[in-house]
């Protein structure tokens, strides 16, 4: 069984950095991309970024474009976001989410990253 565990959340203060972490503790499985999605307190979850293994393409949200960067390891299962220069309108709860095949639904998702940016 997959289980997709992130971590690296926390309290910051605006213009400080985080960097989230998203790794496999179940079967190790080969995706065609993985992704970090957000849900902000009464509002819907919203796509952050996502990196396609086969060639290492990323690609952001406008809202994250140039602050947040995406990286991990397909073979490990891994997945990190690095987030710099955060707003506080970045405080939500962070996914990572595994899609296994190109315009397919993300299929293993995590439990998700407490991220709270102060101003």
Do not use: H
């Amino acid at each position: 069984q997959v289980q997709l565990v992130e971590s690296g959340g926390g309290l910051v203060q605006a213009g400080g950095s985080l960097r989230l972490s998203c790794a496999n503790s179940g079967r190790t499985f080969s995706s065609f991309a993985m992704g970090w999605f957000r849900q902000a307190p009464g509002k819907g979850r919203e796509f952050v970024a996502r990196i396609v293994w086969s060639g290492g393409s990323t690609i952001y949200a406008d809202s994250v474009k140039g602050r947040f960067t995406i990286s991990g390891d397909n073979a490990q299962n891994t997945v990190y976001l690095q987030m710099n220069s955060l707003k506080p309108e970045d405080t939500a709860v962070y996914y990572c989410a595994a899609q296994m095949a190109p315009a397919r639904d993300y299929v293993y998702w995590g439990q998700g990253t407490q991220v709270t940016v102060s101003s």
